[in-house]
């Protein structure tokens, strides 16, 4: 009598998961060395571990970060923790997507918070979710990254942790960024030799420590050019879209008004192109614009914007990279990536206003 019962899933079409022994297997190896591989653990030459990963390429083969943590006894989540006005902003996105790559070469996953920098229990807040989530390490960006009592904790608690764009160097620690005040020299600069002598500069949050290094860098470039330091040409912006919409009606409402404005972050920049609209301004013919990133607003608003590139991506590959090799104060350094001027239709020699 034929059988009426559904067939077994061994049976079925359904293809089955890759596991850790179909790699073994195609990459001619033991289990132990495609855990010891995938885990991102020393002892494996380079010929093997390219074996091992050619496999699992091939095979999709994604492991389960939990699982891996019970074997291993450490776990393959890394935090990225960041203020709320910056959770949305071209910077944190394109942090994001290096970090994400970098964490998928080594099967690690990313776990993305927005915090209140100002909230009074910030400390308690990133001790739960590290102790929750039982994180291999955290980055820490600005202005995160100088809150003295969160860092005291974390070293407290013995996190691995790496800090983005700090303020200031602290002994022990590892960080990641590009000379902003020198980037922002290099673009006050390039508009003082297109001929510009009234400058706007609208600057990011005062507690950040990128945006007062940049501050600095504008400044520094004026008193270099014998040019003097105009208060009302410095504005207050926040490194969001909106505050580059406000900050660029108060410098463009001015009855003398720059013939040049530099703005701290692309997302102010490109909001200043579009309230340059708004006073029937020609861009780059009657208003040169200027931002910092080369993120990707740069590219996609029309005149694409001038703007001093830092790699982004690369800053957050390294920051990944250096917390799945496990810092330790001994090996703390800082990790000082070159910038970029990249010119583009935005900017001129000044015209008639």
């Known amino acids: ?50 074996r091992v990963m050619e496999a699992v390429d091939a095979l999709s083969y994604r492991p389960n970060p939990f699982a891996r943590g019970l074997a291993s006894e450490q776990s393959f989540l890394i935090g990225l923790l960041c203020d709320l006005p910056a959770a949305g902003s071209g910077y944190m996105a394109a942090l994001q997507m290096g970090m994400l790559a970098r964490c998928r070469k ?33 980055i820490l960006t600005s202005p995160l990254c100088d809150v003295r009592e969160l860092i005291e904790a974390l070293k407290a608690s013995h996190t691995p942790f790496v800090r983005i764009a700090p303020d200031k160097p602290l002994a022990g620690l590892v960080d990641v960024r590009i000379d902003d005040r020198k980037a922002a020299y290099d673009m006050t600069s390039y508009l003082v030799g297109l001929g510009h002598r009234r400058i706007g500069f609208i600057k990011g949050p005062a507690d950040h420590g990128d945006a007062n290094a940049r501050l600095d860098g504008y400044c520094k470039a004026l008193a270099q050019a014998g040019m003097p330091f105009i208060e009302e040409l410095c504005v207050q912006g926040l490194f969001t ?37 708004r006073f029937n301004l020609k861009i780059p013919q009657q208003l040169s614009v200027a931002g910092f990133d080369d993120s990707l607003v740069a590219q996609v608003v029309w005149p694409r914007l001038t703007t001093c590139r830092q790699p982004i991506e690369e800053m957050a590959k390294v920051a990944v990279s250096i917390l799945i090799q496990r810092p330790t104060e001994d090996g703390a350094s800082e990790r000082l990536l070159d910038h970029e001027l990249v010119v583009r239709e935005s900017t001129a020699p000044p015209g008639v206003l």
């Open 106 to 138: 080594d099967g690690y996953h990313l776990i993305v918070e927005s915090l209140d920098a100002e909230n009074p229990n910030l400390v308690q807040v990133v001790q739960a979710l590290v102790a929750t989530s039982n994180l291999h390490g955290v």
């Open 241 to 277: 879209y909106q505050s580059g919409l406000d900050a660029g009606e108060r410098l463009l409402s001015l009855k003398k008004r720059p013939t040049a404005i530099f703005a701290g972050n692309d997302d102010m920049a490109a909001a200043v192109l579009a309230t340059s609209q």
């Open 1 to 50: 009598m034929k059988s009426n019962r559904p067939k077994s899933r061994e049976n079925s079409d359904t293809p089955k998961p890759v596991n850790i022994y179909d790699v073994a297997k195609r990459a001619n190896v033991s289990i132990k060395t495609v855990s010891r591989v995938v885990n991102g653990l020393p002892n494996v030459s380079t010929a093997t571990r390219t």
